[in-house]
């Protein structure tokens, strides 16, 4: 299983790595049993050791978790407490569900893009300059309760994928208030 650990203004000891790559290992041999892809990074802010867990499962599905401690060691845990729940919480939720044959075709690949605005440093204070990233995605095929499922447990503020009864996308999102929003583009 590739695990990617790194550090960001923190450097990192073997031993948190390896007790980091031996948990984690034990979580996705225990629960999900096949070589999966994981970035785990520890970040360092005023004595607060933060860590953000990352999992890509089939098809481009991504579990999300994070865990914040004065510890490294106790952030690790609980973002894999965290990861691991996760996992429990997909697990149960599909256990027992029909899938449809043509689970594996059923996506198709994205791009999203990031826009980051920053204030502009050298003497233009009213200016403000774009930043502009893109990463590669997939948009799947899905039920609104699975989407549901995917937008709770990848901890993503919105999830966009086609609808697997209209065949059209569809979006939900986190909205401020604690529930969740559907967007279902219907042709007037």
């Known amino acids: 299983m590739p695990v990617k650990i790194s ?4 450097d990192l000891g073997s031993s948190l790595k390896e007790y980091a790559r031996k948990e984690l290992g034990n979580i996705t041999d ?3 049993g096949e070589n999966v892809d ?3 990074t520890v ?3 005023h004595k ?3 860590v953000e867990v990352y999992v890509r499962l089939h098809m481009g599905f991504i579990m999300r978790a994070n865990g914040s401690s004065d510890d490294p060691y106790r952030a690790v845990g609980m973002a894999l407490e965290r990861l691991e729940e996760r996992i429990k919480r997909h697990k149960n939720r599909i256990k027992n569900k029909y899938r449809r044959a043509n689970w594996s075709d059923s996506g198709f690949d994205a791009t999203k893009y990031i826009i980051k605005r920053q204030s502009a440093t050298s003497g233009e204070a009213d200016e403000e ?3 502009i990233a893109d990463q590669k995605g997939y948009v799947l095929l899905l039920s609104v309760s699975e989407a549901v499922m995917k937008l709770d447990l990848t901890d993503a503020p919105v999830v966009m994928f086609k609808n ?3 065949e059209k996308i569809n979006v939900v999102y986190k ?3 604690g529930h969740i929003g559907w967007i279902d583009y219907k042709e007037q």
Do not use: W
């Not at 550090?7 to 923190?10: A, H, I, Y």
């Open 164 to 166: 697997i009864d209209s």
């Open 129 to 131: 300059h774009l930043i």
């Open 30 to 32: 225990k629960y999900i």
């Open 7 to 10: 550090g960001k203004g923190v």
């Open 38 to 40: 994981s970035n785990l």
């Open 175 to 177: 909205r401020p208030d």
């Open 48 to 50: 607060l050791f933060d």
């Open 43 to 45: 970040s360092s802010d």
